[in-house]
């Protein structure tokens, strides 16, 4: 026989407010329990350890992002030292080269004081500005002038000896024939026995020549010539040039001396002019030379 039952259309229970307030009273006694006796951190550490997977799944973009970054950024930073260290190698090295240049420039100039103090014509330091690219003349111009008491004809000499000739001057530079070149002819003589004899620039490059000897004239290779006074604008007793060959022709009855000069213009930026009275008529080198040879 089937038993008649009700149906039940709607459950009874409690109500949604209570059960709120029971979750709320339930959440602050957790709270409290766990504030004064942290009875639930084995509970947090293990719920933690379960989460951790995932909080890490989550971030793994971020770090992949940032450790990128990073690389990126250790990168550029290792290349930027690279280019200052670079530039400080660089620089360093300029520095170097520049005291090491000063250093030598310093060295010269006490040796120029040195000549000076020797000499006793008063000079005028003067200082190379550059050299005129011509192939055909050995010039240097240099800083002073007119303005400084240079004036042309004036000799122009190192702690090596003679350099040149002041040949053109300016208010505020002036202009030097070397030794080698063509437009200079210095009266000399050999130190080792006073020999007189004219020095030529011009016949071969470096080098200086004495022309017009005789077969038998008294000069060998490494005899040192030294300006002999004559003609007033060259001191006595300035180092010229050192012998290195001679070369005697029979047939004619004439001889020809090479010479290095001793002086080194292309090695130094410093020069002493010496302000000898060139007050006297110019007299032109060939007509000098040929004055000297006769006289000789």
Sequence with gaps: MQENRTLTLFRHGPTAEFRLFVLVVLALSLLIVDARWRVLDPARQAISVVLYPFQRLVLAPRDAVETFNNWVDAAALARTEKEAL???????????????????????????????????????????LYEPPNAFTHHLIFNKGTSDGIRAGMPVIDEGGVVGQVVRVTPFTSEAALLTDDKVSIPVQVLRNGLR??????????????????ANADIKRGDTLITSGIGGLFPAGLSVAKIDSVERDSATGFARAIASPLSHPERYRHFLVLRVDVSKPEVHPEAQSNGSQAGH
């Design 86 to 128: 670079q530039r400080q190698r660089i620089e360093l090295a300029q520095i170097a080269t520049h005291a090491a240049q000063m250093s030598a420039e310093n060295e010269q100039l006490r040796r120029l004081l040195n000549v000076a103090d020797t000499v006793s014509q008063p000079s005028v330091a003067v200082e190379v």
């Design 197 to 214: 004899l004219i020095v030529f620039g011009g016949s071969l490059s470096g080098k200086v020549e004495v022309r017009y000897l005789t």
